[in-house]
């Protein structure tokens, strides 16, 4: 399964922008990268995903590099309710591969008021 | 819609007793899968399932059994529980190759 490398831990301050890097330098031309992040005391939630070109969603943005072996995701604003732990996931975009997902240890990420 | 729906939410055993945390979908997603998480860890997969009458192994299986007998349900059975199951569990499904994981609000257990 291909790993995924995120900083241990992130600090950032209210309303300013947040951008998480991911590397992922084993990709392979099938996976999908995807973000989840997980609120105190809560089960992980999707973010966003992408596979080659960036993604814009209501939560956030999504940077892919051209060569695919990085990304980044970018909370445009950052709110006291975005402090959580964000989790970077690669998924096989085939049937067989596409269903065992392994989380790393994600970034915690903490908003400063 | 509920999504996805554990039981027990909270669970203390001790050393030896068997359990069942239960798992359930109203998505009718065929991927279903059982997470731990133990303090200031990430998520690390136990089983998984691709269907009814289908399962596989994740990263920590040991310690624990899966059947997958209807597209609903998932249950995560402890056989023989030990302190090192003392763990936050949860339960996901996926909606499709390459769509998104709902989880479930997570079952704490303590094995004393």
Not at chain 1, 32 to 53: A, C, D, K
Request: proline share 5%; aromatic share 8%.
């Amino acid at each position: 399964d291909a790993k995924t490398t995120q900083p241990n831990s992130m600090e950032s301050n209210e309303e300013e922008p947040v951008h998480l890097p991911c590397n992922h330098s084993t990709i392979s031309g099938t996976d999908y990268i995807h973000w989840y992040r997980q609120l105190p005391s809560q089960g992980p939630e999707y973010v966003i995903h992408g596979l080659t070109s960036n993604v814009n969603n209501r939560m956030a943005s999504l940077a892919i590099a051209e060569d695919r072996k990085s990304s980044t995701l970018i909370l445009h604003r950052a709110t006291l309710r975005d402090a959580a732990v964000y989790y970077c996931i690669l998924r096989a975009g085939i049937i067989q591969g596409a269903q065992k997902l392994v989380f790393g240890q994600g970034t915690r990420l903490t908003i400063n008021p | 819609n509920a999504g996805v729906t554990q039981t027990p939410k909270f669970q203390v055993l001790k050393t030896g007793q068997s359990m069942t945390l239960q798992c359930a979908q109203d998505m009718n997603h065929e991927y279903m899968s059982w997470y731990r998480q133990d303090p200031g860890m990430g998520l690390r997969l136990i089983h998984y399932s691709v269907g009814a009458g289908i399962t596989d192994q994740g990263e920590v299986p040991n310690g624990y059994n899966v059947s997958r007998s209807t597209t609903e349900d998932f249950p995560l059975r402890l056989l023989s529980a030990a302190p090192s199951q003392t763990s936050v569990y949860f339960c996901a499904s996926l909606s499709g190759i390459i769509g998104e994981l709902f989880f479930g609000e997570g079952s704490r257990l303590t094995v004393l």
